[in-house]
């Protein structure tokens, strides 16, 4: 997560239900299309890194107040340092958010040498397993590719990626952990063999093992419908985040000659607003939610201009008003 941090920082924006395969689709489609509306609401906490930095319990202590139901963590994995989150030791944030009511069921991890073509150390994964496990959590999320690839990403990487998503997913079953995987904007980039990198990742993967955290917000400004992977891939992406576009920015970062462009001049074009206020139509899209596989929802704001508090509520409000 430090990575993603340090990625977003240098771009001077300060930021950025699992399916159990079967032999036939038909049966899964069967199941989906009965799976209940998602009711409850989640927070990802990058969305106030700042004020978590500041003051950990109390931040939470808010999040809760304001209503959230569940709450999405990100970690920046350090060999040989004991897990701490903003200050607190693994077992003060669990006890925290236990006596909060506050739920935790994924999390972002950071597996770049696992995820790196020529490396695939898993020593990260293993203790990052562990925690998420201390947590309580179901998904263990990768965020973002090995950020030192992200202008050079071949298809070659993806498949890597995706034959180490599989293998973690084998091992992150015994802690009834299924692995997942969030989407910025460079998996809808055209690749050296025409394919996109998410189309790789999704072919490559087995469902039972991995799941996908579809970022409304990237997928939307790559230019791509979620409809269509929903269509194409039933009930493979159980976590969606939930984050608005800036009404003024809304013209496509990927196809043609932006594919080619580094992402420091692609995330000049970037803007977010809270949800509700901007460009994302997600009354239409929340409609395949059950296509989708859809369990846990997360409003996430990468750069907020107002108060940071202010922000999560007014998300808040929106999605529980108007969407679940």
Same mark, same amino acid.
């Given at each position: 997560?430090?990575?993603?941090?340090?990625?977003?920082?240098?771009?001077?924006?300060?930021?950025?239900?699992?399916?159990?395969?079967?032999?036939?689709?038909?049966?899964?489609?069967?199941?989906?299309? @009965?799976?209940?509306?998602?009711?409850?609401?989640?927070?990802?906490?990058?969305?106030?890194?700042?004020?978590?930095?500041?003051?950990?319990?109390?931040?939470?202590?808010?999040?809760?107040?304001?209503?959230?139901?569940?709450?999405?963590?990100?970690?920046?994995?350090?060999?040989?340092? @004991?897990?701490?989150?903003?200050?607190?030791?693994?077992?003060?944030?669990?006890?925290?958010?236990?006596?909060?009511?506050?739920?935790?069921?994924?999390?972002?991890?950071?597996?770049?040498?696992?995820?790196?073509?020529?490396?695939?150390?898993?020593?990260?994964?293993?203790?990052?397993?562990?925690?998420?496990?201390?947590?309580?959590?179901?998904?263990?999320?990768?965020?973002?590719?090995?950020?030192?690839?992200?202008?050079?990403?071949?298809?070659?990487?993806?498949?890597?990626?995706?034959?180490?998503?599989?293998?973690?997913?084998?091992?992150?079953? @015994?802690?009834?952990?299924?692995?997942?995987?969030?989407?910025?904007?460079?998996?809808?980039?055209?690749?050296?063999?025409?394919?996109?990198?998410?189309?790789?990742?999704?072919?490559?993967?087995?469902?039972?093992?991995?799941?996908?955290?579809?970022?409304?917000?990237?997928?939307?400004?790559?230019?791509?419908?979620?409809?269509?992977?929903?269509?194409?891939?039933?009930?493979?992406?159980?976590?969606?985040?939930?984050?608005?576009?800036?009404?003024?920015?809304?013209?496509?970062?990927?196809?043609?000659?932006?594919?080619?462009?580094?992402?420091?001049?692609?995330?000049?074009?970037?803007?977010?607003?809270?949800?509700?206020?901007?460009?994302?139509?997600?009354?239409?899209?929340?409609?395949?939610?059950?296509?989708?596989?859809?369990?846990?929802?997360?409003?996430?704001?990468?750069?907020?201009?107002?108060?940071?508090?202010?922000?999560?509520?007014?998300?808040?409000?929106?999605?529980?008003?108007?969407?679940?």
């Amino acid at each position: 997560m430090e990575n993603r941090r340090s990625f977003l920082k240098k771009a001077g924006l300060l930021g950025s239900a699992a399916m159990v395969a079967g032999p036939l689709m038909s049966n899964a489609m069967d199941v989906f299309s @009965a799976a209940p509306k998602v009711r409850e609401i989640g927070l990802q906490l990058y969305t106030l890194r700042d004020a978590l930095s500041k003051d950990a319990r109390s931040t939470i202590e808010k999040v809760a107040g304001i209503g959230y139901n569940h709450v999405e963590t990100f970690y920046g994995y350090k060999p040989g340092e @004991a897990a701490s989150y903003w200050g607190l030791s693994l077992q003060e944030l669990k006890t925290l958010l236990d006596d909060l009511g506050l739920k935790t069921y994924s999390g972002h991890y950071q597996l770049n040498d696992f995820l790196t073509l020529g490396n695939g150390d898993d020593t990260a994964l293993k203790a990052q397993l562990e925690i998420a496990s201390a947590l309580g959590q179901k998904h263990l999320v990768v965020p973002v590719p090995p950020f030192t690839l992200v202008d050079k990403l071949s298809s070659a990487d993806f498949e890597f990626m995706a034959a180490q998503l599989n293998k973690a997913g084998e091992l992150s079953k @015994a802690s009834g952990i299924q692995m997942g995987y969030h989407n910025h904007f460079w998996e809808f980039r055209k690749l050296d063999n025409g394919q996109r990198g998410y189309d790789i990742l999704l072919k490559n993967t087995d469902p039972a093992l991995v799941s996908f955290e579809m970022d409304l917000f990237w997928i939307e400004k790559s230019g791509v419908k979620p409809s269509a992977y929903f269509k194409s891939n039933p009930g493979r992406f159980p976590m969606w985040h939930v984050k608005d576009m800036d009404k003024a920015l809304t013209a496509p970062i990927t196809g043609g000659e932006l594919d080619k462009s580094p992402s420091m001049d692609i995330l000049k074009s970037i803007g977010y607003t809270e949800v509700g206020t901007g460009a994302i139509n997600f009354k239409d899209i929340f409609k395949a939610q059950k296509e989708a596989g859809l369990k846990y929802i997360f409003v996430e704001q990468d750069v907020i201009k107002i108060d940071p508090f202010v922000s999560v509520k007014d998300s808040y409000n929106y999605v529980k008003q108007q969407l679940v």
